[in-house]
């Protein structure tokens, strides 16, 4: 009789079986998913408010020095930025289409929406490469580093302004502009590096099935943190590009 007392009370007091994708420290999949969102948020608003320190540099020096950076936005490829720009608005499409296929345990489409979020990135990487080389071939960098020869100004430049010489530039501060240019595009930049290395992290896990219909939080996080990405470059490029 005390046998099968004993093993009622065992019964009793087993809990019930956790599911392997939930962490110790939370007691539902509904909480670790809404504490990991909230994570990211946080995380994502104090990358905001670090952006918002730049872009307050860049309308303090445009709003003092606008003829400065008319001049210097010649230097910039619109193609390649609208290039870039199509390119991230294609890469939140399949970034969001990846949260969905990790929803719907889609495992071949998971696969390949995360893949081509990856191409999409290098593609703007790639373009960025181009840019960046074009620009210290010729020597339009920041400070007082910025030592363009007239011979290598934009066309549309000079075709506009005749007169206009690499010295006339530097000595009007022009790279004060390029200062602003890199240090935003390089830190988005950066930022888009560091999704990359998420996205090669997520086609990992997503070969081995580690997500499914009731834990899918790394997918849908990192496709947040892309978005960001992707918004922060739909800001930039009309501030850089497009100021004439």
């Given at each position: 009789?005390?046998t099968g007392v004993a093993?009622?009370e065992?019964?009793?007091d087993t809990l ?6 939930l962490a110790?420290?939370f007691d ?5 998913f809404?504490?990991g969102?909230?994570?990211?948020w946080?995380?994502?608003?104090q990358?905001l408010?670090f952006?918002?320190?730049l ?6 020096y445009?709003g ?7 001049y210097a936005?010649y230097?910039l490829?619109?193609?390649m930025?609208?290039?870039n720009t ?5 890469s939140s ?9 990790a ?8 696969l390949?929406?995360l893949a081509l979020?990856f191409i999409?990135?290098?593609a ?9 080389a074009?620009?210290?071939h010729?020597g339009?960098?920041w ?6 020869q007239?011979?290598d ?11 206009m010489?690499g010295?006339?530039?530097?000595d009007m501060g022009?790279?004060?502009f390029?200062a ?5 595009t390089g830190?988005?930049?950066?930022h888009?590096?560091?999704?990359m290395?998420l996205?090669?992290?997520l086609?990992?896990?997503?070969l081995?099935?580690?997500?499914n219909?009731r834990?899918?939080g790394a ?5 947040l943190?892309w ?7 739909i ?7 497009l100021?004439?």
């Amino acid at each position: 009789m005390s046998t099968g007392v004993a093993d009622h009370e065992t019964k009793h007091d087993t809990l019930p079986a956790r599911p392997p994708e939930l962490a110790m420290h939370f007691d539902n999949m509904h909480q670790q998913f809404h504490s990991g969102k909230l994570g990211m948020w946080l995380f994502l608003g104090q990358e905001l408010l670090f952006f918002c320190g730049l872009f307050t540099a860049y309308a303090v020096y445009r709003g003092n020095h606008q003829e400065m950076f008319h001049y210097a936005h010649y230097f910039l490829d619109t193609k390649m930025g609208a290039a870039n720009t199509v390119v991230l608005l294609v890469s939140s499409l399949t970034a969001a289409w990846s949260v969905r296929c990790a929803m719907l345990e889609q495992r071949k489409g998971l696969l390949i929406t995360l893949a081509l979020t990856f191409i999409c990135a290098g593609a703007f990487m790639v373009v960025k490469y181009f840019e960046y080389a074009h620009k210290l071939h010729i020597g339009a960098v920041w400070g007082g580093g910025f030592h363009v020869q007239t011979a290598d100004l934009p066309p549309e430049l000079l075709a506009k302004y005749p007169e206009m010489t690499g010295e006339k530039l530097k000595d009007m501060g022009v790279g004060s502009f390029f200062a602003i240019y890199f240090c935003m595009t390089g830190l988005h930049g950066l930022h888009v590096l560091v999704g990359m290395g998420l996205y090669i992290w997520l086609f990992i896990r997503a070969l081995k099935g580690h997500f499914n219909r009731r834990w899918y939080g790394a997918v849908d996080n990192v496709a947040l943190y892309w978005h960001i990405v992707d918004i922060i470059w739909i800001f930039l490029f009309p501030l850089l590009y497009l100021i004439g």
